[in-house]
């Protein structure tokens, strides 16, 4: 696909539909290129799960510290006014409802906001859930970021997931390559399209129906 | 006066028997008591149930406790990683068991262990593969799923600073499971980078109160995992 958005502007896209003042937890991939695009006026606080609330960008340069780490295990820093705690507390903010939003990255999406992004379930693959489960269930709004299509051109927003479930029913916007899209009551709906992108585009690579936007 | 100093790692983990349950603390690299880990290597118990987040990297700490063919079952949550090579191998030839377990989740169980709660209700794997055979429960018009606690006999953690007591602090995220796992232990050994008096932690800043600890080893200069795998280094 040509048209649409990049991955950066898919980020940048999610960041507006972050309230000022929100706290997010940010999964691997695309979900980390928000951070360099908090809007202007706005301040969000990063939780990572391996127990840091006000987590700042990567270290410069001979500057990191091996005690400071995200949850994705790379280097990280501390804003001024983190707080560090263990894990116990750390999922009492994701389960207990704390988390204002969290974005996560997806291999596929259902009409009725499944989400499945942990396993493909392949008889040889080695199972490894992490916080995700957690995360779906607990944090009070889930967004995606994802490409609309695998590499292979397979729908990743499609009406039943075929691979194992991370969580039934939570998802509520989705922000691709071509658009932003809502589950709704009535399924996937259009929120916005990419620039340059149609809609007939968009329903051809989803696969489900798909409301065009109102 | 109380003190729970150990002269050695080896001698802290010299009781640690074949088919013990031990947790580790440490998420990935960060504070992993890799000291403890290899003076568990050298003393050689088999057939071990093994609790951690993850399963090691590279050829040392919980990798080479592994590798040595020491840990029969593996409960965690996250058992690939990028430098992850032991576990898998040995999983794919069915070798070790694996109990996969939801990060939350497996954080709660180990504090409910500790907290003397034999299980509780989370929503976490409602709806999913990982839910199946477990007690179902709604409150008030949500599903829960039940889970036990993780007990465990021995606790191997990492921490900054100690008291002869047992009262310890952590260093920034290294701090993660091991408060928990040093509840949930019968018995705790603790490493640290720092053993100081009585009364020069501020008890204000006490993390783990040393009624969770048994055990002391000052380990003033420990190994990090990453420094060690970029070094090529394995153990033995």
């Keep these: 696909m040509s048209t649409g958005w990049t991955r950066e502007q898919m980020a940048a896209r999610a960041a507006l539909d972050i309230p000022d003042g929100s706290y997010v937890n940010l999964g691997i991939g695309i979900p980390e290129l928000v951070t360099q695009f908090v809007p202007e006026g706005r301040e969000f606080i990063y939780h990572t799960e391996n127990g840091l609330l006000g987590m700042g960008p990567p270290p410069a340069d001979g500057e990191r510290d091996l005690d400071l780490m995200n949850a994705g295990k790379k280097y990280v820093t501390a804003v001024p006014g983190a707080a560090y705690f263990h894990h116990a507390d750390s999922f009492s903010m994701i389960r207990g409802g704390h988390i204002d939003v969290c974005v996560l990255g997806t291999m596929q999406v259902a009409a009725n906001g499944d989400i499945a992004n942990w396993s493909t379930g392949a008889p040889d693959a080695i199972p490894a859930v992490g916080g995700a489960m957690d995360l779906v269930q607990g944090v009070k709004k889930i967004y995606v970021i994802t490409q609309h299509t695998t590499k292979n051109g397979e729908p990743k927003l499609v009406e039943k997931c075929s691979y194992p479930l991370t969580g039934p029913g939570v998802v509520s916007r989705i922000f691709t390559n071509l658009a932003v899209v809502d589950v709704t009551p009535d399924g996937f709906q259009v929120v916005e399209l990419a620039p340059g992108v149609t809609f007939e585009e968009v329903e051809k690579n989803t696969g489900t129906s798909i409301l065009p936007a109102e | ?233 394995s153990y033995p």
């Excluded at chain 2, 640690?16 to 890799?34: E, H, K, Q, T």
Aim: aromatic share 6%; charged share 20%; proline share 6%.
């Design chain 2, 1 to 233: 006066m109380i003190n729970k100093k150990s002269p050695s790692a080896a001698a802290a983990v010299e009781d640690v028997f074949d088919g013990a349950v031990v947790m580790v603390g440490g998420f990935g690299a960060s504070g992993s008591p890799i000291e403890l880990i290899h003076a568990l290597i050298d003393q050689g118990a088999k057939d071990l149930t093994l609790i951690n987040n993850n399963t090691g990297n590279g050829e040392v700490g919980l990798a080479a406790l592994i590798a040595n063919g020491q840990v029969s079952k593996m409960i965690c949550s996250f058992p690939r990683s990028s430098q992850s090579r032991v576990f898998p191998k040995l999983y794919r030839e069915g070798k070790i068991e694996l109990e996969l377990v939801p990060q939350g989740t497996l954080a709660e169980r180990i504090r409910a262990a500790g907290a003397g709660i034999p299980a509780f209700y989370t929503p976490t794997t409602v709806g999913t593969v990982l839910a199946e055979g477990k007690e179902l429960r709604d409150f008030n018009g949500r599903t829960y799923v039940m889970e036990p606690w993780l007990e465990a006999d021995f606790a191997l953690v990492k921490c900054e600073v100690a008291d002869p007591l047992g009262n310890l602090t952590y260093n920034k995220t290294a701090r993660n499971f091991s408060p928990l796992m040093c509840m949930a232990a019968t018995t705790t050994i603790v490493q640290t980078k720092k053993l100081v008096a009585a009364g020069d932690i501020d008890p204000e800043h006490v993390i783990t109160p040393g009624i969770f600890v048994n055990r002391i080893v000052e380990v003033t200069d420990p190994v990090h995992e990453d420094t060690l795998i970029a070094e090529g280094a």
